[in-house]
Structure formats: C-alpha cells, structure tokens
C-alpha cells in the first residue's frame, strides 16, 4: 500500500505546481482535522480580504 502512495506521489511530482497542489489537497482532506482546520482559515481569510477589480476616480 506504501509502494502505492510512493507511486501516485511520484506521478503527481512530474506534473509541476499542479501536482503540487494535488498532494497538497489530498494532505488536507486525510485528516479530518486537518479539514477542518483549512475550513476555518479560509472562512478568516474570506471575511478578511476585500478585492477591487477596479476603482472608480
């Protein structure tokens, strides 16, 4: 099963940032702590961020 993990990892390394985010995501969701923890963070960062497309003069 290990050997499995190792592959997949080592499939998802060669396809760059996005294999990158890959395994980060499924870092994230093994836990559900981890889960939870990434819920919360993004519900503080959504309340807090407020983004401008454009700004009228």
Known sequence: MLERVEEDLEHWRAKGPVGKLH?????IR???QRTEAFKAHAKEQEEADIYK?????
Do not use: G, R, Y
Not at 23 to 27: G, H, L, T
Not at 53 to 57: C, D, F, H, I, R
């Open 23 to 27: 395994n980060i995501v499924k870092f």
């Open 30 to 32: 093994a836990s559900l």
């Open 53 to 57: 497309l454009a700004e009228e003069p």
